[in-house]
């Protein structure tokens, strides 16, 4: 079998990773393959569309509501004689009813009654407009207003208050002791980071406690807006920082990265993972999915990576580490790092035994089986987190935004993993899948002298595990045959019973009559002789 055809489930190719609109930037499946800057363009054209025509539908119903309206007058023009009689009849009829403390309090006049319904009705009317205009003009604010100036100083306030009354509800009080802490720390540490930038420090300071209070309020939205909100306002700052105060690339960075930090240390325990998404079933899914690849071994996947070699072994433990530390992270810089220092360790770990650099195609299986073998808690929490809020700048370029395309390419593989993506038959695979049987491990003879122990022994007992499994199934074999055997056996007698009985039918016959005595008929019976007596004779 030749590499290309061993490789044919796994090879990925480095254009796949690049946004599908050609742009350069890395893609992301969450994002439909395009990378943050198209998606985001995309997104907006798709909403742009979506707003237009409900533009469009809300000036045809307005149309429409005038022109039934004024209809409406011009029919109560025509009618107004008939009505008034009408109306003069039922007012009599009520006026007769009613107490005398209800007639002092009654309007006096009939005409002032239907005027003033009329006033009602004509300020309904221009009511219905002020608010289809109101809707209007709060839509065009919405496309044209950054998403965090939105909420006015009363909702912002409102949002504060409910923050507040949620943090009180929370249940552990250890956690927010320890959340608290944390969110102090890099409280000061940004401001101390800012008094550096002096008065841009202090406008960005501003920004970011603005969209803070912005999002207290906006807790209620989708995560996707949410998220939304979260990327315009990196932009925003972002360029605000390059054209109003001239910065340099680096230093807008390294501003970027502290805003980051700064903000989701404040928000990661209502943004990630909450529960209005499905990512816990997400979570759950991948997780039980890796637990039934257990069996998948490093030869199946093409990993050239060789754990027999101690320096091997290391990084690939120190692989696993990182990608599982991710979850522990607040900010998503900060798993975007566990990421690279993981694929920073398989690069390694594939150097040490191939004594070359790695390649790509080298790369892709690894980590794949580091995700397996690690299966990290919250996968699809963490890459969603991360997709969602982090500074977009990172994912687009550079060796982060590469790992973590890596990885989203390495998790869709284990979702779709098939017999044929590990060469194997579908028979062996479904053994596999359900535990029925395990691939061949090595055998002791050919163990290498420094191998662990612990180890060989091991793998010693899931071979012994796997002989009692195949000892098992003989046995529940021969014992369904057994029962199988003695179930026919028994329907075999039955049936040659039921033969026997139908070819032999049971005749029951009457009773027969009492035989009489011997001697009934003997008349001389005086006449015999005396039966026999024994004699004793002396001898």
């Known amino acids: 079998m030749n590499l290309k055809s061993e490789r044919r489930g796994i090879h990925v190719d480095q254009s796949e990773l690049l946004c599908k609109k050609g742009c350069?930037?890395?893609?992301?499946?969450?994002?439909?393959?395009?990378?943050?800057?198209?998606?985001?363009?995309?997104?907006?054209?798709?909403?742009?569309?979506?707003?237009?025509?409900?533009?469009?539908?809300?000036?045809?119903l307005q149309r429409e509501e005038e022109e039934a309206y004024a209809s409406s007058q011009s029919t109560q023009g025509a009618q107004s004689l008939t009505f008034s009689k009408f109306e003069e009849k039922k007012t009599n009829e009520k006026t007769r009813k009613v107490t005398t403390v209800k007639k002092f309090f009654t309007a006096s006049s009939r005409a002032g009654a239907k005027k003033a319904a009329q006033e009602k009705i004509v300020k309904q009317g221009h009511l219905g407009r002020e608010r289809n205009a109101d809707n209007i003009l709060r839509d065009l604010k919405e496309i044209?207003?950054?998403?965090?100036?939105?909420?006015?100083?009363?909702?912002?306030?409102?949002?504060?208050?409910?923050?507040?009354?949620?943090?009180?509800?929370?249940?552990?009080?250890?956690?927010?002791?320890?959340?608290?802490?944390?969110?102090?720390?890099?409280?000061?540490?940004?401001?101390?980071?800012?008094?550096?930038?002096?008065?841009?420090?202090?406008?960005?300071?501003?920004?970011?406690?603005?969209?803070?209070?912005?999002?207290?309020?906006?807790?209620?939205?989708?995560?996707?807006?949410?998220?939304?909100?979260?990327?315009?306002?990196?932009?925003?700052?972002?360029?605000?920082?390059?054209?109003?105060?001239?910065?340099?690339?680096?230093?807008?960075?390294?501003?970027?990265?502290?805003?980051?930090?700064?903000?989701?240390?404040?928000?990661?325990?209502?943004?990630?993972?909450?529960?209005?998404?499905?990512?816990?079933?997400?979570?759950?899914?991948?997780?039980?999915?890796?637990?039934?690849?257990?069996?998948?071994?490093?030869?199946?996947?093409?990993?050239?990576?060789?754990?027999?070699?101690?320096?091997?072994?290391?990084?690939?433990?120190?692989?696993?580490?990182?990608?599982i530390e991710m979850d522990s992270k607040r900010v998503p810089r900060d798993k975007l790092a566990c990421i690279t220092k993981c694929s920073k360790h398989i690069f390694n770990a594939i150097k040490i035994t191939k004594n070359e650099p790695a390649s790509a195609d080298d790369f892709l299986p690894t980590l794949i089986y580091i995700v397996l073998k690690g299966n990290p808690p919250r996968l699809q929490s963490n890459i969603q987190y991360i997709t969602r809020f982090c500074n977009p700048s990172r994912l687009m370029t550079g060796e982060d935004g590469y790992y973590f395309t890596n990885l989203c390419c390495a998790v869709a593989f284990i979702e779709k993993l098939d017999a044929q993506s590990l060469n194997l038959s579908q028979e062996d695979f479904d053994r596999f899948m359900t535990g029925q049987t395990s691939p061949k491990k090595q055998e002791s003879d050919s163990w290498s002298p420094d191998v662990c122990l612990g180890v060989k022994q091991m793998y010693k007992n899931l071979d012994l595990l796997s002989q009692l499994n195949e000892r098992q199934e003989r046995i529940v074999s021969e014992a369904k045959k057994l029962e199988k055997d003695l179930i026919d056996w028994t329907d075999g007698v039955a049936k040659e019973v039921q033969d026997i009985v139908e070819k032999y039918p049971l005749e029951i016959k009457p009773k027969n009559q009492a035989l009489a005595a011997i001697d009934s008929e003997n008349v001389e019976n005086d006449k015999l002789p005396p039966p026999l007596q024994p004699q004793v004779y002396a001898g």
């Open 144 to 323: 044209f207003t950054p998403s965090w100036e939105l909420a006015s100083p009363t909702e912002v306030l409102a949002g504060k208050l409910k923050a507040e009354i949620q943090e009180s509800k929370s249940p552990s009080p250890s956690i927010n002791r320890q959340a608290s802490i944390e969110t102090d720390r890099v409280s000061k540490e940004f401001i101390e980071f800012l008094k550096t930038y002096h008065k841009s420090g202090q406008d960005i300071y501003k920004q970011c406690k603005l969209f803070l209070d912005t999002m207290t309020h906006k807790r209620d939205l989708s995560i996707e807006e949410q998220s939304e909100c979260a990327q315009d306002f990196y932009q925003n700052v972002a360029e605000k920082l390059q054209t109003r105060w001239k910065m340099p690339p680096e230093k807008v960075e390294k501003a970027m990265d502290q805003i980051e930090k700064y903000i989701m240390t404040r928000q990661y325990k209502y943004v990630f993972c909450p529960e209005t998404t499905d990512d816990e079933k997400k979570d759950l899914a991948v997780q039980k999915r890796i637990r039934a690849l257990h069996w998948v071994t490093p030869q199946m996947l093409c990993v050239p990576v060789n754990e027999e070699i101690p320096e091997v072994s290391d990084m690939v433990v120190k692989a696993i580490t990182d990608i």
């Open 24 to 60: 350069g930037y890395y893609g992301n499946p969450a994002w439909q393959g395009f990378c943050s800057k198209c998606w985001r363009e995309e997104y907006h054209k798709a909403r742009q569309k979506q707003i237009q025509e409900d533009w469009e539908l809300a000036e045809r």
